[in-house]
């Protein structure tokens, strides 16, 4: 019989609308994975196998009734535990949020339901969606299933490593800067960042809203256009959500045909700073696209030197200002100061804050706030936004040479535990130091002289 853990969603599907097996059955086959190998992966914060086992018999009763279904109803599929689920646990790795149950369900993750999709749990992440290696949880790190001491990547390492190690066929993560990606890159998964706009955002927990994204997680291309077209869609819900139809994502990864395609090589993103053998392995990459029929051109992206610095600006600055709802008033943690009789809003607030948030939120808070605060406002978040509207001109001029830009999605295969988190401090310190004058090589942009000197 085959391995229904091993299993890809399209195959499940199939499987499942042949009732070859029951949904029931590939449910409670992931979730005997999990019982059996995530003790030392540790992919997951909540399992919900009553949930999930319910879900997956009402859909086989409803296939036994010959009632219409989604093509993958019964396919079971975890979440980030970013996003809003009602009457499951929603912690975003923090222990600012440890215990919070949301009234709601996030937009995306209706839509899951609605499809039959069993929902099997929620997904270890960086708190906050902040980092690169999901080490930075308050519940503790994922680990790597290909090695236990290496990182699944971040901050969505536990939707890699779940998908990876078989204990879901499918599972959803968020993008702000890679966290959908970059831990695709270094677990041998498939993970897609949709464009801004074309997955609702209702229900996911902010971190940078104008770069927040979700999108799939799986372990082939057409899994993840299967999932893409579950979650993609206008939702008036979102104001930032994209009033279009779906793009016609399956039909693409079926055809899989890129005979003809100009394929772009993003000057600045090739050359120095990539770990031995990842350029070489892109060079592959790139050959057998050829070898398909597409052809290669070479664009030049200049602003996308300053993207980094711009980053670094952007995405703390509207942390800071996301992060401020978390006040010990309204929900989530309450810690009251010790020593004091009768503590101040304040007070509490400050006390809370402190128990709850870990130091990497601390970090980019302190980053965000500074960088917005008055007098720098519009020398570091301003500028910042100027680079950014830089960086989208250069991707509609490299859009009119190319059909498709690619670059290695990491600069490094998976680190081992712990190799980053020696002075992170120092490296946040050198980087806002170097900001200013990264920006005041940009023609045209106004950065105040001295700037740099002052705050290095």
């Not at 690169?132 to 680990?143: C, K, L």
């Amino acid at each position: 019989m085959t391995d229904l853990t091993r299993a890809t969603a399209a195959e499940l599907a199939d499987l499942l609308g042949a009732r070859t097996v029951s949904s029931r059955e590939v449910t409670q086959a992931l979730l005997d994975r999990t019982a059996a190998v995530d003790g030392a992966v540790h992919s997951y914060l909540h399992v919900d196998a009553e949930g999930a086992l319910a879900a997956a018999d009402a859909v086989d009763q409803a296939r036994t009734a010959g009632e219409p279904l989604h093509v993958l109803a019964g396919v079971p599929v975890a979440v980030k535990d970013v996003m809003a689920t009602e009457g499951l646990p929603t912690t975003c790795g923090s222990r600012i949020l440890e215990g919070w149950v949301p009234p709601y369900d996030a937009t995306l993750v209706a839509r899951l339901r609605a499809a039959g999709m069993p929902l099997l749990g929620k997904t270890n992440m960086d708190e906050f969606a902040m980092g690169s290696s999901t080490e930075h949880s308050a519940y503790g790190p994922s680990r790597n299933p290909w090695d236990l001491d290496r990182i699944p990547g971040g901050s969505g390492g536990g939707s890699s490593s779940v998908v990876a190690s078989f204990q879901a066929p499918l599972a959803i993560g968020t993008d702000t800067g890679g966290s959908i990606r970059q831990p695709a890159a270094v677990t041998g998964t498939v993970g897609a960042k949709p464009t801004y706009g074309g997955v609702s955002r209702y229900g996911l927990v902010a971190l940078a809203s104008s770069l927040d994204q979700a999108g799939p997680c799986t372990r082939t291309v057409l899994d993840a256009a299967l999932l893409h077209e579950v979650i993609g869609g206008h939702d008036p819900m979102d104001s930032t959500s994209v009033d279009a139809p779906v793009p016609p994502v399956l039909e693409a990864a079926r055809r899989a045909d890129v005979s003809g395609m100009r394929i772009g090589i993003v000057r600045e993103l090739t050359g120095e700073g990539f770990q031995a053998g990842v350029q070489q392995r892109f060079d592959e990459a790139v050959r057998h696209l050829v070898d398909a029929g597409a052809e290669v051109v070479e664009v030049s992206c200049p602003s996308f030197t300053y993207a980094l610095a711009a980053y670094y600006l952007i995405l703390p600055s509207e942390a800071s200002s996301n992060l401020a709802k978390f006040d010990a008033m309204r929900y989530g943690l309450r810690v009251e100061p010790g020593g004091v009789d009768a503590p101040s809003a304040e007070q509490v607030m400050a006390a809370t804050r402190d128990a709850g948030f870990g130091d990497e939120v601390k970090r980019r808070i302190i980053l965000g706030t500074y960088a917005l605060s008055s007098g720098y406002y519009d020398a570091y978040y301003g500028s910042a936004q100027k680079v950014r509207r830089l960086i989208a001109d250069d991707f509609t001029a490299a859009f009119g040479s190319a059909d498709v830009l690619v670059s290695p999605t990491a600069p490094t295969t998976a680190f081992r535990l712990g190799d980053k988190l020696d002075d992170p401090m120092a490296m946040y310190l050198n980087d806002i130091a170097t900001i200013p004058a990264n920006l005041a090589g940009i023609p045209g942009l106004s950065v105040p002289s001295g700037l740099a000197d002052e705050d290095g």
